[in-house]
Every structure is written in C-alpha cells, then in structure tokens.
C-alpha cells in the first residue's frame, strides 16, 4: 500500500482512519464532497480533493496513482433502500468499477453487520447474509457487486462488516455529553461494539495487509445493550437514560419516517432504526485481527468506554447527519 484513497474521510471512522494513516507514514488522498468539512483534517499530511460519488469525473480523479482504496463514504442512516441505493449500491458500484479499470490493486469496503439478520449463535466468518433491514439489504448488494468486479478484475476486495462503533464523536456519545440517551427497547440483545480506534486501526491493516474476503469483525466481548449503558450509568452519573417499549418507538418512527423523508438530508427517526437496535448480534472474537496476527487496543467497552469519557475532540466537531452546511 503506497497510496491510498480515502473516502467518507471526514465522518467518525473516516477522521480516526486518516489519522491512523498518517501515524503509519502514509500521505492518505481524501475524497470529500463538503469542502467545508476539509477543515477537520486540517492538522494532517493528507491531500484532500473535492469529488461526489455520482461524478465518475471527480472520480476518475481521485483514482490516479491510487493503488488502494478504503472506501466509507455513504449515507449512513436507516432509512428506505430508496434513499440508500444511490451511494450505498451505485456509489460503491461506481467507484469499484473506475477503481479496477485504474489499475487499484485493493479495494476495502466499510459494510455492516447490518448484512446478517440477527441470531443468538456469534455470527462467524462463513455465517451467510441475510439482512431484515433496508440498509443491510443495500451494504450486501453493495459486497456483491465488487465482488463481481474483482472476479473480472485484478483488484481484491475486502468486504468488512463493522459493528457498532462508538468513540467521542458517534451521535450516541453527543447524546451522552447532553446528559440524556433514549434507547428504543428492552436492552437484553447482544450487539458487537468496536472503539473508533480500533475500526480505523482494523481497516487501515487490512489496506496494508491485503486482506480479502467478507467477514463481521468486532471487539473481544459481544455484550448487551444494557450493560453497555450500565458501565456508561456507572461512571457518568448525570446520564439519563430513557427506555422506550419496542412497539412504541416503531409507531412513532412511522408516523415520523415520512415527515423527515421529505428533506433531502439524512434522518435517524426511522422504522430500521427500531429494528437494529433490537436485533441480536453477537460476534465470535478474533474475526480478521487474528488474521492480521493483532489484537484491538480494547477488548471490551469495559476498556473502551472509558477511554471514550477520558478523550476530547480537538476541534467543534459536528456530526456529518448533523451537519446542515452543503457547501
């Protein structure tokens, strides 16, 4: 991995990933559509370059000299397969065709373990996608069609299925600095978390490795959603934490879903969201660090929430579904 091209490199992973980049020594080109979020990146050896998933000319740019790409950008919500399709399954499309027609040697894809439908075993590396939400639908269709293009290609693809990933900067912890979290369900499913750190630090060896095939990874402990507040309860006591009935928080997201779908931008008050929060995703530990013979910097949100309360953001940060500027 000489030179990297970077996409979504301005949003929660995307920040961590270039910062991990330049740590390792590498000058990370970013792709990014809002030149106004460029400045989050203003403090690193990155070449930054304004470009749009649906322009294949800004593309075609970004992509010269590129011999890897680690690609993130996307809308990032659970909404209608609608609304996701055009960068979530024609963006990537577009990119990892362009990618391979300009010689890209490897190609990792930021999926979700949203692809799986949830299950009580841990999900391992051959358990079969098989989404209930629109998003997931949208990130396999995605995984198959660079896929395909890698099997008529000579770019490998590493589809990696992250799971939840927190950090000071995820809308959750904005949430939590305000002093109150709403959570729509019974909190007894499992979820696999991964610190932000250890999401950048995952894709960026994978990059460096020339990792391939498709796989969830997460943290060393899957645990449930109640006791990933409980530890948050326990050393944040001004957190409120508000818990709504399952059925109730999917009534009112549809009755909210169509009113927020009328903007252009990004909503969380949606039916999938519902659905996500309550499916059960455990994840079998070591999934690819054993493969890249690493292990995360922390194995557990027992490790990484802590450190969440202990860091700060270095800048105003904005969450990108938050941020209302275009331009």
Same mark, same amino acid.
């Given at each position: 991995?000489d030179?990297v ?14 910062? +991990?980049?330049?740590?390792? !020594? ?7 559509? *809002? ?5 989050l990146l ?18 075609? *740019? ?6 890897t790409?680690?690609h993130?950008?996307?809308?990032? @919500?659970?909404? @209608? ?18 990618a391979?027609?300009?010689? #890209? ?5 930021? @999926?979700?373990?949203?692809?799986? !439908?949830?299950? =009580?075993?841990?999900? *391992? ?7 209930v939400m ?6 396999? =269709?995605?995984?198959?069609? &660079? ?9 490998? #693809? ?10 000071p900067?995820?809308? &959750? ?15 007894g499913n ?9 999401a ?7 990059g460096?490795?020339r990792?391939?095939g ?10 449930? %959603? ?12 001004? &957190?409120?934490? #508000?818990?709504?009935?399952? %059925? ?8 909210? $879903? ?7 931008r ?17 994840? +079998? ?9 690493? $292990?995360p910097?922390?194995?557990?949100v027992h490790e ?8 700060? #953001? ?14």
């Amino acid at each position: 991995m000489d030179r990297v091209l970077v996409t979504g490199g301005t949003g929660v992973i995307g920040v961590e990933l270039v910062e +991990e980049l330049c740590r390792m !020594g590498f000058r990370p080109r970013v792709l990014t559509r *809002r030149p106004h979020r460029a400045a989050l990146l203003s403090s690193y050896p990155v070449e930054v370059v304004h470009g749009d998933l649906s322009s294949e000319a800004s593309l075609r *740019r970004a992509l010269e000299d590129i011999d890897t790409v680690i690609h993130l950008g996307a809308r990032a @919500s659970f909404e @209608s397969y609608r609304r996701l399709k055009p960068t979530i399954v024609d963006g990537t499309v577009r990119l990892g065709q362009l990618a391979a027609d300009s010689g #890209v040697d490897h190609f990792v894809y930021s @999926s979700s373990l949203f692809v799986y !439908g949830g299950q =009580e075993t841990p999900i *391992r590396s051959d358990t079969p996608a098989l989404p209930v939400m629109d998003y997931g639908r949208a990130k396999v =269709e995605a995984e198959d069609a &660079l896929l395909d293009i890698s099997a008529r290609s000579a770019m490998t #693809v590493a589809n990696v299925r992250l799971p939840h990933v927190y950090g000071p900067q995820s809308i &959750l912890f904005q949430q939590v600095r305000n002093g109150i979290a709403i959570f729509p369900g019974k909190m007894g499913n499992r979820c696999g978390q991964l610190h932000v750190a250890d999401a950048a630090r995952i894709l960026a060896q994978i990059g460096l490795a020339r990792w391939t095939g498709s796989s969830a990874v997460s943290d060393g402990e899957t645990v449930t %959603w109640s006791e990933f507040f409980s530890i948050l309860e326990e050393l944040y006591p001004r &957190l409120r934490l #508000v818990t709504l009935p399952s %059925w109730f928080a999917y009534a009112g997201a549809t009755v909210l $879903e169509p009113l927020a779908s009328r903007r252009s931008r990004p909503t969380l008050y949606t039916k999938d969201t519902v659905v996500g929060f309550n499916l059960d995703l455990p994840v +079998e530990p070591g999934l690819i660090w054993e493969d890249l013979g690493i $292990e995360p910097h922390y194995r557990s949100v027992h490790e990484g929430i802590p450190r969440v309360l202990d860091g700060y #953001v270095r800048y105003r940060w904005r969450h990108p579904l938050q941020d209302r500027r275009s331009a």
